[in-house]
């Protein structure tokens, strides 16, 4: 099933749930082949996030006081 267009967070989240039933069926994402569910959600997270052209680092960054 192809991945959905957007940058949404609920488009996202629906990718990421496409992307790890399909390693639950499959057993593997793409041409990727994780040996556990948790490097399964990790792997789906990235390829969901990079599809959507963000990041997974979403607090700002500054100086410590």
């Given at each position: 099933?192809?991945?959905?267009?957007?940058?949404?967070?609920?488009v996202v989240s629906?990718?990421?749930?496409?992307l790890?039933?399909?390693?639950?069926?499959?057993?593997?994402i793409g041409s990727s082949h994780p040996a556990t569910k948790q490097k399964a959600v990790k792997q789906a997270v990235a390829i969901s996030l990079k599809k959507a052209g963000k990041s997974r680092n979403t607090q700002p960054r500054g100086r410590k006081k």
């Open positions: 099933m192809p991945l959905r267009k957007g940058t949404s967070p609920a629906s990718n990421i749930k496409t790890v039933n399909e390693w639950e069926k499959q057993g593997s």
